[in-house]
């Protein structure tokens, strides 16, 4: 399952070369660049919009963002801007500028806006600021692409399976970030939840680092 990143999508990329550099998150380029390709394979699909569940500061929206547009297809980033339970203060990934000094929370929803605007994907991508739970509860769409990079932990990775992959057409592509069999390397939650996805028949294209990209039955 060797993966060769489509060479336009390639170009369009790494004409952001430079903002990609320069917006931290934690998506190297090789797996960005395999993201990017799972949602260019949806163009032999119904035009349906894509969802991306972990926006944080838009290093994978960017990527996802720019083949979206060349689709011509919307982009839906969610993300509730509070930052993951491995990301607060006192965590290895804690940054410390991400935190709003009035609420004393982090917030990394006016980091996203730069990034999106700065990338000029404001008509392609569309920010959403909540639970990805409580989202899922009003949106009744079909989605063609779907990539999980929200909560790692055990009970929210289980939860965004639940609530986003029936929302993927026949032949949709479901993309999962931070898989890990071995304990030691990370998280086993997105391992599991990559495992449910092929036990009910969704049948792997090809992975990158700890991103598997995978295609719903048709
Ligand atoms: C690993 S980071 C995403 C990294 C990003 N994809 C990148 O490439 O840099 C996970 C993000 O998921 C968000 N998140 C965690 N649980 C969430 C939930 N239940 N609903 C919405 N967002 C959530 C966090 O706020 C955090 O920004």
Redesign the pocket.
């Known amino acids: 399952m060797t993966f060769i990143p489509n060479g336009e999508v390639k170009n369009r990329v790494s004409l952001l070369s430079q903002l990609i550099k320069t917006?931290?998150?934690?998506?190297p380029e090789s797996e960005?660049l395999a993201l990017a390709h799972g949602i260019w394979l949806t163009q032999e699909l119904p035009p349906h919009p894509a969802v991306?569940?972990?926006?944080?500061?838009?290093?994978?929206?960017i990527y996802l963002g720019t083949v979206a547009k060349m689709l011509g297809l919307k982009l839906i980033t969610?993300?509730?801007?509070?930052?993951?339970e491995?990301?607060q203060p006192g965590w290895e990934h804690h940054d410390p500028s991400l935190v709003d000094p009035v609420s004393g929370r982090?917030d990394?929803l006016y980091g996203l806006r730069r990034t999106i605007t700065l990338a000029g994907l404001n008509s392609s991508v569309i920010i959403v600021a909540?639970?990805?739970?409580?989202?899922a509860s009003v949106f009744e769409t079909t989605i063609g692409f779907l990539?999980i990079?929200?909560?790692?932990g055990k009970e929210?990775a289980h939860?965004?399976f639940d609530d986003w992959v029936p929302k993927l057409a026949d032949g949709g592509i479901l993309a999962i970030?931070?898989v890990f069999e071995n304990l030691q390397l990370g998280g086993t939650p997105p391992y599991e939840i990559y495992l449910r996805s092929k036990e009910m028949g969704f049948r792997q294209l090809y992975e990158a680092g700890s991103l598997r990209v995978m295609q719903k039955e048709r």
């Open positions: 917006t931290r998150g934690f998506m960005g991306e569940i972990g926006s944080y500061l838009g290093l994978s929206t969610i993300d509730h801007h509070r930052g993951s491995e990301i982090m990394t909540s639970d990805s739970q409580t989202f990539f990079d929200g909560g790692h929210q939860l965004d970030h931070d």
